[in-house]
């Protein structure tokens, strides 16, 4: 009986966890401790694993929208992702890697300079990708790699996108089923424009001195192949890559080794 109260108890609480919360503890179980930096104007959480060493080359990673709305009515409280599939991807990583949090994710989202604009329509601002290009090269200062290479996966490869020119020593940036023309998507799917959000299809192309990797799922349905595709042909020194049983979300992880070696 004692047992029975204990796992009863233990439901419970969690069913009272946030999604940050609950993120922290899915971190946790895989090794990863975290930090926060700040830039000007927001804080961002780091997070990265407990033997963490620096080597020539760092992967950053940046994760996707999480959930702005709420059954698509509400605004979150906490936009934070439900399904940290970026967690699963980051915990295969053998290279020194850390995620590198959006402001006002990972339970940052009442601190100073949030507003819930800034997970919906300017989620992609200006203000947005200029704090997380500050805080990131202020982090890279106090390390010692000669090599970054930015991994974005759905939102957070619109976001390495819009970065990637301003990130000191940064070799090569890939995205995984990222939104990468904005406008298009927001037609396609019938949804309010961001219209406080940059568009990576409407900016100047990349310094071709930067690599990028565009991978793509066949049966996408969030964001069709057929965007990121046309984003990628339009860029020099770039490689498209169009998986066949992968959709938004699933199963980026069964290939992600593979994946990485095309990295590398």
């Known amino acids: 009986m004692k047992k029975f109260w204990l796992i009863f108890f233990s439901i419970i609480l969690g069913g009272c966890m946030t999604p940050s919360q609950r993120f922290d503890q899915r971190a946790l179980k895989l090794g990863l401790k975290s930090q926060q930096v700040s830039s000007a104007q927001f804080q961002h959480k780091i997070y990265f694993a407990k033997n963490f060493t620096e080597s020539n080359t760092v992967h950053v990673y940046l994760d996707g929208d999480g959930t702005p709305w709420v059954r698509g009515r509400w605004v979150a409280d906490d936009p934070t992702a439900r399904n940290p ?7 295969q990583d053998s290279s020194p890697a850390i995620l590198f949090g959006r402001p006002c994710y990972y339970g940052l989202s009442h601190t100073a300079g949030c507003n ?134 699933c199963c980026w992880h069964d290939d992600w080794k593979e994946l990485l070696r095309r990295i590398k």
Request: hydrophobic share 40%; glycine share 6%.
């Open 85 to 91: 599939l970026i967690l699963q991807l980051m915990s």
């Open 116 to 249: 819930n604009k800034f997970w919906t329509s300017h989620r992609y601002s200006k203000e947005i990708v200029d704090s997380l290009s500050q805080a990131l090269n202020g982090w890279l200062n106090r390390h010692d790699f000669k090599e970054v290479i930015i991994i974005g996966y759905s939102g957070g490869g619109t976001l390495a996108i819009l970065m990637a020119d301003k990130i000191k020593r940064l070799s090569t940036v890939v995205t995984v089923a990222a939104n990468l023309d904005v406008i298009t998507w927001s037609t396609l799917h019938g949804y309010l424009a961001l219209k406080q959000s940059l568009n990576p299809a409407d900016e100047m192309a990349l310094n071709p001195q930067i690599k990028q990797i565009h991978f793509a799922g066949k049966e996408d349905k969030v964001v069709p192949s057929s965007i990121i595709k046309a984003y990628s042909d339009k860029q020099k020194n770039a490689k498209y890559y169009e998986l066949s049983g992968q959709d938004h979300a």
